[in-house]
């Protein structure tokens, strides 16, 4: 069975960081398509970072909203996800969920935008709040 368990979210002033955590089981593959997707209320949920392996490239992929700011990267060693979080906008404040594409093998694709969609496995969510 597939869990995703999230940490790491809270408030910060703006131009702060965070780093979020996503442990993860049952989900080991070479060619995989993870990432974060946040969700404002009022709002179409978003992809905010990506990471996919199609078996022989590993790419990174961020929302235009995050370049620059956001790094994703996975530590495989720890079964982990991560999301660092810098220079923190008001406009970051979401909940935001780690997710993982069941389509294996990953044979590659747009996997920003695969994440977002309903058919995946998600984590819980962790609260981040940005104050100005």
């Known amino acids: 069975q597939v869990q995703l368990v999230e940490s790491g979210g809270g408030s910060v002033q703006a131009g702060g960081s965070l780093r979020l955590s996503c442990v993860v089981s049952?989900?080991?593959?070479?060619?995989?398509?993870m990432g974060w997707v946040r969700q404002v209320p009022g709002k179409e949920r978003e992809g905010v970072a990506a990471?996919?392996?199609?078996?022989?490239?590993?790419?990174?992929s961020y929302a235009d909203s995050v370049k620059g700011r956001f790094t994703i990267s996975r530590d495989n060693a720890k079964n982990t996800l991560y999301l660092q979080m810098n220079s923190l906008k008001h406009e970051d404040t979401a909940m935001y969920y780690c997710?993982?594409?069941?389509?294996?093998?990953?044979?590659?694709?747009?996997?920003?935008?695969?994440?977002?969609?309903?058919?995946?496995?998600w984590g819980q969510g962790t609260q981040v709040t940005v104050s100005s």
């Open positions: 049952g989900y080991t593959y070479s060619a995989y398509c």
């Open positions: 990471i996919d392996n199609d078996g022989g490239n590993v790419k990174t």
């Open positions: 997710a993982a594409v069941p389509d294996y093998p990953w044979l590659g694709g747009d996997c920003l935008i695969k994440i977002g969609e309903d058919n995946n496995y």
